[in-house]
């Protein structure tokens, strides 16, 4: 009798050893995973304890329980914490960008919109490689406006493009042309017969003086325009007639 006990029950107990030692790893694996990062030295209780923001609150068979038996069980799935990529020297107020998605900041949503900025500080970190954020550049100083021309190179296309859109049309784009030399070129050829070679010398009537003080108090950008475009009072021819077509701002 006491033979066939020891032949047939302790392969019995070790079956039985097995089958507990299954359902509990079952058990183990069957617990649902940890969604979000785990920092080393995690407190998951700081959370779950009292279910702070929304975590999941300890079952009532959990209570008890401490960080390290929650690891024993819960696998970590989720992707870590992503890295802070600036200095938090005077940039500590998460909120105030990252509440709204202040500029191109990431904004808080799902479980973290009710995050503090010490919950924040609890996963997320500054990266190696974090830089402190590039100063804003000083106003530009503002470009001295140009009251005069004068003749040569320094005649209207030498500083200004003309943009053929068609044969009958160019566009006055207001763009430096890149070549002073075409411009010069073109003033010798068209402008020269009445305000002369250097633009001050003017052939007969001495109003053709380009820089002129009289003619540049009493004329804005656009009367100038209307001049070079279509011609004036009569007197200069439209500038556009010998040059391919109609001239405009745009």
């Known amino acids: 009798m006491g033979h066939w006990i020891f032949r047939y029950r302790w392969p019995m107990a070790v079956t039985l050893t097995v089958v507990v030692l299954l359902v509990a790893a079952g058990t183990i694996l069957a617990q649902p995973p940890v969604p979000h990062a785990v920092m080393e030295g995690g407190d998951c209780l700081s959370c779950h304890q009292a279910g702070v923001g929304g975590a999941p609150r300890l079952a009532w068979d959990h209570l008890g329980r ?3 038996d929650c690891a024993r069980c819960h696998e970590v799935s989720g992707a870590p914490a992503s890295e802070i990529p600036h200095t938090l020297v005077g940039r500590d107020d998460c909120l105030s960008c990252h509440r709204q998605g202040v500029g191109t ?8 919109v009710d995050y503090t900025n010490e919950e924040c500080g609890q996963c997320h970190f500054p990266s190696a490689a974090a830089e402190e954020p590039a100063p804003m550049p000083a106003e530009p100083a503002p470009a001295p406006e140009v009251t005069h021309v004068s003749a040569g ?3 209207c ?3 200004h493009q003309l943009i053929f859109t068609d044969e009958e049309h160019a566009l006055f784009t207001g763009q430096p042309i890149g070549d002073a030399q075409a411009g010069a070129a073109l003033f010798a050829q068209i402008c020269a017969s009445c305000h002369g070679e250097d633009g001050t010398t003017p052939v007969g009537d001495e109003d053709a003086v380009i820089n002129a003080e009289a003619y540049w108090s009493t004329h804005d950008d656009a009367s100038i325009l209307q001049d070079i475009g279509a011609g004036s009072h009569g007197e200069m021819t439209a500038f556009a007639e010998d040059y391919g077509g109609p001239i405009s701002w745009e």
């Open 66 to 68: 401490n960080n390290e």
């Open 105 to 112: 900041t990431p904004m808080l949503g799902g479980s973290h």
């Open 153 to 155: 190179e320094s005649s």
């Open 157 to 159: 296309v030498a500083c």
